[in-house]
């Protein structure tokens, strides 16, 4: 019978090598000594040094001591059992840039079986590791920005161009009526819900300005179920996404400076609006007494501003 070999010719071999540099991954075989063999263009790309210069070298001439030692240790496992390897490593790029790579290796045998050395083939993984880790740092950004919009008191709502909520917080589902509330503890921020269905015709109209208009930023105050509440309206993706800020102005926790500043905002001069809004703060009489001390001081200074 005759031996496989006895058909082969330097022209086969040839024809292999140039196989092999045409493959665009880094391709390279090693002896069981450790010496490089043959590689292809693409590793030689790679480490920087021309295919002639890498034969005969060891990895511990091509690359860091670090990484020589760790696939020197892997080498004598292959070498030892013949199972092929598959594993991420780092690798200096001829640039300087350290890459993110799968190595595979597979034990390369004779006729008789015996393992005379190790091809090996290099996968760069780098843009895909990138990739991921951006994803991964999204996600948690995700997570952070929904942790924190529900930890804010203010109702906060988005909504895309066809005024569904793309999320909203349990502050908006409380401002904007308690079955709503209990709507979100079924449909957690209210997403995909219309926003028609929620909220007033007032604040439907401030949406739908700013989602045509494509203003930064609408504001305005109303009474809705016995509340005071200012609602900031504002494009978060001109045309396509809007978001609102809605504060309830007669809640007891806002803030004594605000409530004096919006009070001043809404009525520079005519007392017996602020006199309302005072009312509005709570039943406490002490409490919009005090409140109301100090609108009238605020209002007076600005008057005394304005002269």
Do not use: W
Request: hydrophobic share 40%; aromatic share 4%.
């Amino acid at each position: 019978m005759a031996n496989k070999n006895e058909h082969a010719s330097p022209n086969d071999y040839e024809l292999y090598i140039k196989l092999v540099d045409t493959l665009p991954i880094p391709v390279f075989c090693r002896k069981s000594n450790g010496r490089i063999k043959i590689c292809n263009n693409a590793f030689s790309h790679i480490i920087g040094i021309p295919k002639e210069e890498l034969t005969g070298k060891t990895i511990a001439e091509i690359v860091t001591p670090k990484q020589a030692e760790t696939l020197t240790l892997r080498d004598k496992e292959i070498l030892k059992t013949g199972t092929d390897q598959f594993y991420e490593a780092s690798l200096n790029n001829a640039d300087g840039n350290i890459r993110q790579v799968i190595i595979n290796k597979a034990a390369m045998r004779l006729n008789d079986n015996e393992i005379t050395g190790i091809v090996s083939s290099i996968i760069d993984i780098t843009e895909r590791k990138k990739a991921q880790e951006s994803l991964q740092d999204a996600l948690n950004e995700k997570l952070i920005a929904e942790t924190m919009l529900q930890k804010i008191r203010a109702g906060i709502v988005i909504v895309n161009s066809d005024l569904k909520i793309i999320d909203s917080n349990l502050g908006f589902a409380r401002l904007i009526g308690e079955e709503n509330e209990e709507l979100f503890e079924t449909i957690p921020g209210l997403k995909g819900a219309d926003l028609e269905m929620l909220v007033p015709e007032v604040i439907l109209d401030m949406f739908h300005s700013i989602l045509e208009s494509g203003e930064s930023r609408i504001e305005r105050d109303l009474k809705y179920q016995n509340k005071l509440l200012t609602v900031s309206v504002m494009t978060i993706q001109k045309n396509q996404i809007a978001g609102a800020i809605i504060r309830d102005l007669s809640a007891p926790m806002l803030e004594r400076a605000e409530i004096i500043e919006r009070a001043r905002q809404v009525n520079r001069k005519n007392m017996k609006t602020v006199q309302q809004i005072a009312y509005l703060l709570g039943e406490n009489a002490a409490q919009t007494e005090e409140l109301l001390n100090s609108i009238i001081e605020s209002q007076k200074y600005s008057i005394d501003e304005e002269k």
